[in-house]
């Protein structure tokens, strides 16, 4: 991973989730053709809520199709010309909700992805702009969207695997999580904001604390 590219605004975090392809139930042979049915359509919206402090605001849109998801995301007042990593984060253990000051165990007065975790689970999706969404691409870089002005639209499809996680997430239980919040408002991530990242301590933690998050209902 080339840590440097972070410092400097010009690459991206990459987390993750998993990839699979739905099942599609196939009409017999011996019986005569009629069309297929249509995949229900299942819409969320999350509104985004700021984190430590980030001052951040967004709102996203997901529309599903049987196993594939249309994922539209617009945030603003984001840490400028610097990646912001964002996942779908869905855990069976967890609570599957935003944290809030109360999860911040080490009275360190801002919440990291650790403190996190029991709210809003690991991550299902990572939501990059090309490639891999799995959890391999945990801390990648180049794939996630920066911010010039601290807006981003995004929008991707993504598809998932049938079976009880994408029912829970249909169902209201999926959280998306934006990170990348510039403490120290220097215009980088570095260790003068917060010090090391808990998840790598070659990291800042600038760089993986959350700055926004929202439930999709």
Avoid: W
Wanted: with cysteine; glycine share 12%; proline share 6%.
């Amino acid at each position: 991973m080339q840590h440097r590219k972070l410092y400097a605004g010009i690459g991206g975090l990459v987390l993750a989730g998993t990839v699979g392809v739905a099942g599609v139930q196939a009409s017999s042979a011996s019986v005569s053709s009629r069309p297929a049915a249509a995949a229900r359509t299942v819409q969320l919206d999350a509104q985004l809520k700021s984190l430590n402090d980030s001052g951040a605001r967004g709102h996203a849109h997901v529309e599903f199709r049987g196993r594939k998801a249309h994922v539209r995301i617009d945030a603003r007042r984001l840490a400028k010309n610097l990646p912001h990593a964002q996942h779908l984060h869905f855990g069976a253990e967890a609570r599957n909700e935003c944290p809030n000051v109360f999860d911040d165990a080490n009275n360190d007065h801002r919440l990291n992805v650790v403190e996190g975790v029991p709210d809003y689970g690991p991550i299902l999706k990572s939501l990059t702009t090309s490639g891999d969404t799995s959890p391999k691409s945990g801390l990648a870089v180049d794939r996630f969207p920066t911010t010039p002005k601290g807006i981003e639209k995004y929008e991707r499809v993504v598809n998932f695997a049938p079976g009880a996680v994408l029912r829970a997430i249909k169902s209201g239980k999926g959280v998306i999580v934006i990170h990348g919040v510039d403490h120290n408002g220097n215009g980088v991530y570095d260790f003068e904001g917060a010090g090391a990242s808990e998840l790598d301590p070659s990291l800042p933690a600038e760089a993986t604390d959350p700055a926004l998050c929202g439930v999709l209902r």
